[in-house]
């Protein structure tokens, strides 16, 4: 489990066997979102975490875009 990069609590990741499209899985106070990253940052699901959280994660998500691609780049070999 590759993790990209932790902030606030928030602790962003993939899966060394992970799929398309480009995600990422974040993690925060006992609850999970999974975050499409294409060219807008888009919320495909979420268990346990409150809309303020999300809206927190999806920020950092932003923010961060660039960083996200290019470990699942790397770390996928692509």
């Known amino acids: 489990m590759p993790i990209i990069f932790e902030q606030d ?7 060394s066997n992970d799929h398309e499209p480009i995600h990422v899985h974040v993690r925060y106070s006992g609850g999970e979102a999974v975050f499409n ?6 919320l495909r699901e979420s268990h346990g975490l409150k809309v303020k959280e999300l809206s927190k994660a999806q920020s950092l998500a ?17």
């Open 9 to 15: 609590g928030f602790k962003f990741f993939f899966y």
């Open 37 to 42: 990253i294409n060219d807008i940052i888009e």
């Open 62 to 78: 932003e923010a961060n875009q660039q960083l996200i691609v290019e470990k699942w780049n790397e770390h996928l070999n692509q």
